[in-house]
């Protein structure tokens, strides 16, 4: 833990790593809340669903709850080392889920709700995955991939189940709660993460337990030495995340806070949720801040003592807009899943410089390095990479049997951007431009040919073209097929199968039945499609979809 600074220089000169060599992170943030000398039943974890009801969780619970599944698991054969893919929201659910894989000693595959059967399908196969624990809505999603995942054993359902699925909470009641943690070395695996986006077939990152405790320090830093007294934490971002799990909730529960979860997803309403919660505390990620400060101007702010942003750059005008509705500015958080966080603004204590998120945080070192993993000179770009030795750095990338490692021969880890490091030790990341055709929705890319796949494989679509409007909207221009008819009807089936096949920030918000597409030497003309007259079709302006 950070302790109290007065400047940069001081916080890195008295901090010191203490990662035993055993070190099991369900433990850490769960069970020892519990033990002699802390109260376990303290609030671990709030849940306002959107009728406003708040269902509480204490470590004690969750420990019980976790051990619980632990058993279940273990009933249906998982050991130490396997994969089981969680999807689930923020809830009571999700946290026992996390917990009770890694006090297994097995590895927690998140995937976000909002996917859809192919990138599901993806994850489970690829991962090897044993056992799956999902919301009720998802379950329909992963046996649609079940053929292509033979490891797969068991899925389990946070709701009403289907067929090819248990109850979870009906399993869970027939459990004995009592359930020794696996003994683990820091270094074993934890977490199999994969992209949040629906793109491709990524490969997953492999983590391990040190994953949490060496992105303490610039989690602590960024949010102004967190924790401090009465702190409560929230965060807007997708739970099933590299970034939510590692930056957020974890560090809240190593330092036996409390985290607020919302199922509520309007802006207006969270804002007055966190505030009749408390929350003092918060990393926001950029797309989520713009949405939460321009609804702040019409409703009252939180009272927050800190608040932490990333990792995608945060603008200026942003910032200052935060800073005036919130009364405090954002800090940066910045790192990949490839090195976990590393960088870190930590005003008031350190001057903050537009364009960069900060400079690397106590304990750890990073720098532009060439292809060789030799550091360059201040100034020079290369290759960001965290030193050797990193602990929040990941141990690997996925095979789909194993993992091979991703450090240069030096033993640097390049986080995948380029950059530079000044004489001050500020960090310069390059710019990130999306590749050609492909789109940033919400901060997550999305490529345009994969959504036009999708909706070609509706049959009542003979030909389709994506683009991204000015506006920030996918609109897609689609050729309708034999015996189906260019209706609002036959769009909001498209949107929905979108949804299902691909992922929910994929789905085209605007859809235009056109006679034929424009096409050039590359094929599909683009930028004729962008260039004509707006059309809109729907009956009223309450339903238009063109």
């Not at 498209?494 to 859809?511: C, D, G, K, N, S």
Request: proline content about 9%.
């Amino acid at each position: 833990m950070l302790k109290s600074a007065r400047s940069y220089e001081e916080a890195c000169r008295t901090f010191r790593w203490r990662i035993p060599e055993l070190y099991n992170l369900a433990f850490d943030v769960c069970d020892r809340q519990t033990m002699a000398g802390a109260d376990g039943h303290r609030t671990a974890l709030a849940v306002e669903a959107a009728d406003g009801t708040v269902e509480r969780a204490t470590f004690h619970m969750l420990r019980l709850l976790s051990n619980r599944l632990a058993n279940v698991l273990a009933a249906r054969g998982v050991i130490a080392g396997e994969r089981v893919l969680i999807s689930l929201p923020p809830s009571i659910e999700a946290a026992i889920a996390i917990l009770a894989v890694l006090k297994m000693g097995a590895v927690a595959v998140p995937a976000p709700c909002t996917l859809g059967e192919i990138p599901l399908a993806w994850r489970l196969a690829d991962s090897g995955a044993h056992a799956a624990i999902a919301a009720a809505a998802v379950a329909p999603r992963l046996l649609a991939g079940r053929d292509g995942a033979p490891n797969l054993t068991a899925i389990l359902v946070a709701g009403d189940p289907v067929a090819g699925t248990e109850d979870l909470w009906q399993a869970l009641e027939a459990a004995p709660d009592a359930f020794p943690p696996q003994v683990t070395g820091a270094d074993a695996p934890a977490f199999l993460f994969y992209p949040a986006d629906a793109m491709g077939r990524p490969p997953g990152i492999l983590h391990a337990h040190r994953t949490l405790p060496g992105s303490l320090p610039p989690v602590e830093f960024a949010l102004g030495f967190f924790p401090q007294v009465g702190d409560i934490f929230w965060t807007p971002a997708e739970w099933m995340s590299f970034e939510a799990l590692i930056w957020g909730i974890l560090p809240a529960w190593h330092h036996g806070m409390t985290v607020i979860a919302l199922t509520e997803t309007d802006p207006t309403r969270q804002l007055a949720a966190i505030g009749r919660h408390g929350v003092r505390a918060a990393w926001i990620p950029p797309a989520h801040l713009r949405r939460l400060t321009s609804a702040a101007n019409s409703s009252p702010s939180p009272n927050l003592r800190t608040l932490a942003s990333g990792p995608e750059p945060l603008d200026e005008a942003l910032r200052q807009k935060a800073a005036e509705r919130f009364g405090v500015a954002p800090n940066d958080i910045f790192g990949t899943v490839l090195t976990g966080a590393t960088i870190a603004n930590g005003h008031p204590v350190m001057e903050r410089l537009a364009g960069s998120p900060g400079r690397a945080a106590p304990g750890i070192t990073v720098e532009a390095v060439d292809a060789s993993g030799r550091p360059l000179p201040a100034g020079e770009r290369g290759l960001l990479a965290a030193a050797p030795g990193s602990p929040g750095a990941c141990l690997g990338r996925w095979t789909g049997e194993g993992w091979v490692g991703t450090a240069l021969p030096s033993g640097w880890q390049p986080d995948g951007m380029i950059g530079s490091r000044d004489l001050d030790g500020y960090v310069w990341p390059d710019e990130v431009k999306p590749d050609d055709g492909v789109a940033m929705i919400d901060d997550l890319p999305v490529a345009l040919e994969e959504v036009e796949a999708a909706l070609i494989w509706h049959p009542g679509v003979a030909a389709a073209a994506v683009t991204l409007l000015p506006t920030g909207e996918l609109k897609a221009f689609v050729v309708t097929g034999p015996g189906h008819g260019p209706d609002i009807d036959l769009a909001r089936r498209l949107q929905a199968f979108v949804a299902t096949r691909r992922a929910i920030h994929e789905v085209p918000r605007r859809i235009e039945f056109v006679d034929s597409l424009p096409t050039n030497a590359d094929g599909i003309d683009r930028d004729a499609l962008l260039n004509r007259p707006l059309k809109l079709d729907a009956p009223d302006p309450g339903e238009r979809w063109g």
